[in-house]
């Protein structure tokens, strides 16, 4: 090697000074070394003993000095670029003749590059290296490329080459300005090469520039932040158009900065399923393919020192291969930090596993209400998300606080999916906002304009969920189709009953549903408890499927069993000591129980009556429960009255119209018809009817026949063995004999309401006995009749009975404003109002309104408009359904005397026009 380059001009290297000076550094790689080591692991060393002594005597030869051996390559300074150029074309040269033995030739490729430096003991730093150390990654083997400004200089020297230089335009490297690109070319040497590797899109990376705002993903982006101190391979999982690609590139950038080396994304979604993801990553990362040299083999060795962030986006349908693929890149390239956004997770060691979550934000007011108070715009990011992308279609789109509350219901319509949020809003190119909110009853076909352009499975919901479904074995999808008719949140165990009738295997069910779940087209419910649920827009897509299929009707049928016999298991347990987890799994189930309703009502009305029937003690004691109208719709169609359950329904429709629609003509009405279907060999109502019968009868003044009713009501449930009626009714009627001053009556009452109620573990009917017994006290001991109605208060929240406990509430309280001053009297009753609920408590809202006059009219109230106010409540209680008493007759006289006639009855007209609900505002913004 002693003669190597001797008719190559031969320099000294001066000795060096510790400031920066310009100097030309050399540095080479050996492409593949890695894999070459592993086929041939002994070899190796010797090849690269070899490669070793030819760069030393070669740079040595040519006065330069290696100052760096990479394990694989060299660093070399030199004084002159020409020196430098020239010991880079007589290694090649040199490299070509070498004897290899059975690694064969090792290629090399070669980056050159003049600017300063300093000395660092025996090492040398400065701008010039990453420079060098940029050009030597870009090239080819056996390629040397030079920077312009190392051309500059050699050019400028005069001097006759040995070589050409082929101008390869100027390219962005990062971490260095932008550089004009050389290629060496000399005799012996190969001339043509790929594109060179380096070149890129930017500085950082290839992440995509933004073209739109980012919105409501701050939580999540400090989230993921939290998670890569834990790891580097994370994974985004959600459903199609979930916003999994933009929320990992707005993270991707984020943390752009901390990766030297760039930030790398990898679009899978045009593979075919199960392709080899290798050359997709070589195509991103812009490593041009070599002749023999496998792609993996070149991502592995671009990355193997790389500081660099690789975001492997829809991975979902080459999932395996993915999988081994960051496998091995995260065993091989420790620097490398993955990102990949799936609709399932990859399973490998390591991962991170973030489900991405819908646009739901937690803002605290709804948008209209910040419109309202005075906000420009909305602060809630599904919101402003469609008020944005409305806008770059429409721009003059400017919605006011009607519009953004519609926006608002289309959002939760659509599952706060940013994908069906964005194709919606492009419709106000075509359309009005109106006409999108209605159109959203149906996704899957909400049109997409044509102003976006996406991969073909994301233009449309229903393509982007015919992608994840056609990703699933057949298995699943069966299985998926038939959860399709759940609404809202429901269990596993209602979903293996549902699917029981076409998949009886119950471990094939539940192992389908955790690939759904895997595949993010079954979520957990909220809190990630054991209920289940689908998104709406998959919902309507399996829907869709089971119809098209001819099987909706028959598993929608198979649902409404299901939730049947919930509603079997759910009353019974309202009668016991699980009062209050049986009513919270009713609200729970609520959804579902809905849609079965809704669907059966028209198909099969037996079925409707056994959804409803047994939620009968529910409604009674949750009146503003959305379940109490359903018995007044099923005795509305046709043949109804048949219904072996007709007594029973139409006391709960009775008992619905009474108190939730303060209409007691239309109850009494249901009543007779009841009694009727009895008579005629229905079901018995277990007494529910009549006592139905006597809560009509006190609310209109007749007391004798409201004890009669409840009296035939408690005899009627003690003989079907019902004592939730026996106790209530006794209860009702020993309070009524205590208002007429029968108190000997009403003890002996209230002692078989404590003897009946012996057995009893409902916490509210055990409150119902401290009910009946304050309701008797009240005439007689105040505070005892305040302590037993604490007592039954106390019992009726164990029982999760919040409005019986507010309707005894009301009783205290209306104890405590008989007995206080007139100022306090009216501030109780007024509180009351505001503490009564707008359904549910119809009598008891109108008996407080009442209970208003007789305070307002006495002189210590000093209110200078109180007989305007009381004109105005007299009108109100005049259309209401229930009668003055004594003392309200009296304040309505005072009143009259005070104002006169005629401007009396003015005002007391204007009050007739009032409801409830316009009755209860007017008292409190007149008197609170």
Not at 228 to 249: E, H, N
Not at 433 to 446: C, G, H, K, N
Not at 603 to 614: E, I
Not at 721 to 729: F, L, Y
């Amino acid at each position: 090697m002693n003669n190597i380059g001797a008719d190559l001009a031969m320099h000294t290297l001066p000795a060096q000074a510790d400031i920066a000076v310009e100097r030309t550094l050399l540095t080479t790689d050996v492409v593949g070394s890695t894999a070459i080591l592993h086929r041939f692991p002994n070899d190796m060393i010797a090849a690269m003993d070899l490669h070793d002594q030819i760069m030393g005597e070669v740079v040595d030869a040519h006065h330069g000095q290696v100052f760096k051996n990479t394990g694989d390559g060299i660093f070399a300074i030199f004084d002159r670029p020409f020196d430098a150029v020239i010991a880079a074309i007589v290694v090649q040269r040199a490299l070509a003749a070498a004897p290899w033995g059975a690694t064969g030739r090792l290629a090399v490729r070669t980056g050159v590059h003049t600017g300063l430096v300093r000395t660092r003991g025996a090492d040398f730093f400065g701008p010039a290296l990453p420079a060098a150390a940029r050009l030597q990654s870009a090239a080819n083997p056996d390629q040397i490329l030079i920077s312009d400004v190392t051309a500059q200089r050699i050019l400028a020297t005069k001097q006759s080459l040995c070589f050409e230089l082929l101008d390869l335009g100027e390219h962005h490297f990062k971490g260095i300005e932008k550089l004009r690109v050389m290629q060496v070319c000399a005799r012996g040497l190969p001339v043509v090469f790929p594109p060179i590797g380096g070149k890129r899109e930017s500085a950082q990376g290839n992440l995509p520039a933004e073209m739109s705002s980012f919105l409501g993903r701050e939580a999540a982006l400090q989230e993921l932040l939290r998670l890569t101190a834990t790891t580097r391979v994370m994974t985004l999982v959600g459903p199609g158009g979930i916003g999994k690609t933009r929320l990992a590139i707005q993270f991707a950038r984020s943390l752009e900065p901390s990766f030297p080396d760039g930030a790398w994304m990898v679009d899978l979604a045009a593979l075919e399923r199960g392709s080899d993801v290798w050359p997709a990553i070589a195509a991103a990362l812009l490593i041009q393919p070599l002749p023999g040299v496998e792609r993996r083999t070149e991502v592995l060795e671009r990355l193997q020192r790389a500081r660099t962030m690789l975001l492997l986006d829809n991975c979902e349908h080459v999932l395996d291969q993915i999988a081994d693929a960051v496998s091995e890149i995260g065993a091989v390239c420790g620097s490398v930090f993955l990102l990949n956004t799936s609709r399932r997770a990859l399973g490998v060691e390591g991962e991170a596993v973030y489900e991405v979550a819908p646009l739901r934000d937690g803002a605290r007011d709804g948008a209209a209400d910040a419109v309202a108070r005075g906000g420009a715009e909305p602060d809630k990011a599904a919101v402003r998300l469609f008020i944005e992308r409305g806008r770059l279609v429409e721009p003059g789109f400017a919605p006011d606080a009607q519009d953004y509350a519609m926006i608002e219901q289309l959002c939760d319509q659509l599952d706060y999916i940013p994908l069906a949020i964005e194709i919606a809003a492009r419709g106000l190119r075509r359309v009005a906002l109106a006409e999108i909110a209605q159109s959203v009853a149906t996704p899957l076909d909400l049109p997409t304009g044509r102003v976006a352009r996406r991969n073909l499975r994301q233009q449309t919901l229903r393509q982007t969920l015919d992608w994840s479904y056609a990703l699933l074995d057949p298995r699943s999808q069966d299985v998926l189709l038939r959860l399709s008719v759940f609404s809202g949140p429901f269990r596993e165990d209602q979903a293996l009953a549902v699917c029981a009738a076409d998949i009886p295997d119950t471990k094939q069910v539940l192992a389908c549903i955790d690939d759904l779940l895997d595949g993010s087209l079954v979520m957990r419910g909220p809190g990630g408890g054991r209920y289940l649920r689908l998104l709406q827009t998959v919902q309507a897509f399996g829907r869709e499927k089971l119809e098209s299929l001819g099987l909706l009707e028959a598993v929608e049928r198979r649902h409404g069993a299901v939730f049947a016999a919930r509603c079997r298991s759910l009353g019974a347990q309202i009668a016991s000591d699980q009062e209050a987890k049986a009513a919270n799994a009713i609200y729970d189930d609520m959804a579902n129980l809905r849609s079965a309703f809704e669907r059966t009502l028209s198909r099969d009305l037996g079925l409707a009556a056994d959804l409803a029937t047994p939620l009968f003690l529910f409604n009674y004691f949750h009146r503003g429960a959305e379940t109490g109208d359903w018995y007044a719709r099923i005795m509305a169609r046709p043949q109804s009255d048949h219904l072996r359950q007709a007594p029973l329904l139409l006391a709960g429709a009775a008992l619905h119209a009474l108190h939730n629609l303060g209409d007691p003509k239309r109850a009494a009405q249901f009543i007779a018809r009841g009694l009727k279907a009895e008579t005629a060999g229905g079901q018995s109502s277990e007494g529910w009817l009549p006592s139905v019968a006597g809560q009509i009868e006190l609310w209109a003044g007749r007391a004798e026949a409201s004890i009669a009713y409840h009296r035939t009501a408690a005899e009627q449930a003690r003989h079907e063995d019902n004592r939730p009626v026996e106790i209530i009714s006794l209860s009702t009627a020993a309070f009524v004999m205590a208002r007429r001053g029968d108190f000997a009556g009403a003890d002996a009452l209230v002692a078989e309401i404590r003897q009946t109620g012996q057995g009893a573990t409902q916490p509210t009917l055990l409150g119902y006995i401290h009910y009946a017994m304050g309701g008797v006290e009240c005439y007689r001991d105040v505070s005892k009749a305040i302590e037993n109605y604490r007592l039954a208060v106390d019992w009726a929240l164990m029982g999760g009975n919040t409005l019986g406990a507010l309707r005894v509430q009301h009783l205290i309280a209306d104890l405590q404003a008989t007995h206080a001053e007139p100022a306090e009297a009216i501030a109780i009753h007024v509180q009351i109002l505001r503490d009564l609920p707008p359904h549910g408590a119809t009598f008891y809202a109108w008996s407080t309104i009442r209970a208003l006059l007789a305070p307002l009219m006495d002189t210590r109230a000093q209110r200078a408009n109180a007989a305007e106010i009381v004109a105005m409540i007299a009108g109100a209680l005049e259309a209401s359904p229930i009668k003055l008493d004594r003392a309200a007759r009296a304040a309505v006289e005072q009143a009259r005397a005070a104002m006169g006639v005629a401007a009396y009855e003015a005002v007391a007209q204007r009050g007739t026009k009032l409801g409830l609900a316009a009755a209860r505002l007017f008292i409190v913004e007149a008197l609170g």
